[in-house]
């Protein structure tokens, strides 16, 4: 066999590395993968509700948490007796008079030493970080220190005993007291080492607390209308019996030359 025809054998024997069959084949394995790429594409651009409740859920979970350490870590407590005293986590002291409240959240207080005061509360605070009492009229804030707080919807009194008492701004220093009001807002000096308003067994106590917050106190322990009709700056020093409001309005009014007349809403105190 001569080399023509060994390349004529050899031609005859090759096949073509694709075939139709193959062709075809391969066309449709393509064809089944772009179908699936589709799909896929397709179901990708669709809204996953799954993941969408999901992540809501994961949301509102994290937005509830400080509602839930507000609610659960508050603590309330409510002067049911003449005087009560309390203890803060801290080992910081107060004394409530009667009827009034205090709140704190004691999951945060090693965060933030804050109290909500309703009424009235004498307090010694430890020393550390800052201590504030919110009240109607304002925050009152000190480091460490013995103060006494009165506020209703008129009026806040502080005073300070020790250390220092920042009141919205104002400072005051051992001897100082603040009052504010609707109005406006005074400052001065008392010699006395209690405060304003004590109260004892069976007496309220004040010394040189002016004479509005006397009334506002007695109309509080007896339940009356007392209206103040004047215009006259008084104070009052002294102790009034709780359990007797006439001996009480004789004594306030009696250094003062005042008169008292009793009407159906209550009593009427003005000058004669």
Partial sequence: MNDLEKAEDRLK?????????????????????????????????????GRFYAAA???????SIPFAIHFIGTTTLTATEISSEFTLP??????LAE????????LLWNLSRRTDLE???????KSGDEFTV??????????????????NEDALVVQCQEGKVDVEGEIL???DYIIMSLKNSTQGKWTN??????????????????????????????????????????????????????????????????EISSNEGGVVILEP
């Fill in 13 to 49: 024997a090759y096949k073509a590395p694709f075939s139709d069959e193959s062709v075809l084949s391969a066309r449709a394995k393509v064809m089944a993968r772009t179908i699936h790429f589709e799909e896929e594409v397709e179901h990708s651009q669709g809204f996953n509700f």
């Fill in 57 to 63: 859920a994961g949301l509102a979970l994290i937005l």
């Fill in 193 to 258: 080492n209690e405060p304003f308003i004590s109260q004892t067994a069976n007496d309220l106590s004040f010394d040189n607390a002016p004479i509005h917050i006397v009334i506002e106190s007695l109309e509080e322990k007896f339940g009356k209308d007392i209206q103040f009709k004047t215009n006259a700056v008084y104070r009052f020093s002294g102790s009034l019996n709780e359990s007797d409001l006439d001996s009480s309005l004789k004594i306030l009014t009696k250094p003062f030359g005042l």
């Fill in 173 to 175: 220093e051992a001897d």
């Fill in 99 to 106: 009827g009034s409240s205090i709140s704190y959240n004691s």
């Fill in 134 to 151: 919110e009240t109607e009229f304002g925050d009152v804030t000190v480091l460490g220190t013995r103060f006494s707080v009165w506020e």
């Fill in 90 to 95: 801290d080992g910081s002291k107060m004394m």
């Fill in 119 to 125: 009424g009235e509360g004498y307090f010694t605070v």
